[in-house]
């Protein structure tokens, strides 16, 4: 009997551990985030699902997690990360039983772009919350976008 309610307490305190799963899946956002600004490749692609994709700001930038590593990793071993900063980021638990989906958006600051987003899908996996989607985009104001999108209609500058 003793070793049936010491199970439940353990039961209910591992449960209550888990947490709230929109914290936590965001905690990981926060940790892809700070291991990109330290140029750590290890602990960054880690974060990410083994069929994660990532979605840069170039419209050829749709990458899978190996082609995102292959471009991502010479930077990194040359101690060259990149800092966003997130802020005002919005996450939501996929509705449903499992509460292993989490879609998010966030702003970000960088110091060469300015403000931009990122936004994408996490999923808990066995070995925790896992990024298996992350977008880049940058902002434009709608006042700017006719001339942000006659730049772009010029094509590639020489």
């Known amino acids: 009997m003793i070793a049936l309610l010491a199970a439940l307490v353990l039961s209910a305190s591992s449960t209550q551990a888990a947490g709230d799963p929109v914290v936590e899946a965001g905690a990981v956002l926060d940790r892809m985030h700070a291991a990109a600004s330290r140029a750590d490749g290890a602990a960054y692609f880690d974060l990410f ?48 039983d499992c509460h292993c989906i989490v879609w998010f958006d966030e702003l970000l600051d960088n110091d060469a772009y ?35 999108v006659g730049l772009i209609a010029q094509g590639p500058a020489d």
């Open 114 to 148: 300015g403000l931009t987003r990122g936004s994408g899908v996490l999923r808990l996996t066995d070995h925790g919350w896992k990024i298996e989607q992350y977008v880049l985009s940058f902002t434009v104001p709608n006042d700017k976008a006719k001339s942000v």
């Open 49 to 96: 699902t083994h069929d994660a994709r990532f979605i840069g700001t170039d419209a050829t930038e749709r990458w899978s997690l190996a082609e995102f590593r292959a471009y991502a990793t010479p930077y990194f071993s040359q101690g060259k990360g990149w800092t966003y900063r997130p802020h005002d980021r919005v996450a939501t638990l996929a509705p449903g």
